[in-house]
């Protein structure tokens, strides 16, 4: 959804709450041992329910967020914002040769160079996530 998130499996939780609350973020966690064990997170939001769609609902509902305007605008892997590809040409020996022959778009992470496009991927996810307004949002 575009939004700047932070996580580091090989991190202990006690180490990701003080980098939460160091950077201003909000703590999303299931654990509810929290206040037995660690340092309360300043800002918090303790999830419920198991199901990665209502989790990301509550979220949305909780924060207020707006669901569409950054969809699919940052990279997955690195969280940084993806930049159009201006001549497609550049990723062709990127891409499988069928993706390439049917995208229009592409983009690519400044970071990790992956290159990325609206496949179907993309409207299955939206579906999913009944955002199925995101799949015709203009690109990043």
Not at 26 to 54: A, E, G, H, M, S
Not at 55 to 83: H, M, P, W, Y
Not at 112 to 138: A, E, M
């Amino acid at each position: 959804m575009g939004y700047d998130a932070a996580w580091d499996r090989q991190v202990r939780t006690q180490e990701l709450i003080a980098r939460a609350n160091a950077e201003g973020r909000v703590f999303l966690t299931r654990n509810t041992q929290l206040t037995n064990r660690y340092l309360w997170p300043r800002r918090v939001i303790l999830l419920k329910d198991t199901d990665p769609v209502k989790q990301l609902s509550a979220v949305v509902t909780e924060l207020k967020l707006d669901t569409l305007s950054g969809l699919f605008s940052k990279c997955i892997r690195c969280n940084v914002r993806l930049e159009a590809v201006s001549d497609k040409t550049m990723i062709r020996s990127r891409v499988h040769p069928n993706v390439w022959a049917r995208q229009l778009e592409f983009f690519t992470c400044p970071k990790c160079h992956t290159v990325f496009w609206k496949g179907s991927h993309v409207r299955n996810t939206c579906r999913k996530l009944g955002l199925i307004s995101g799949v015709d949002r203009p690109s990043p």
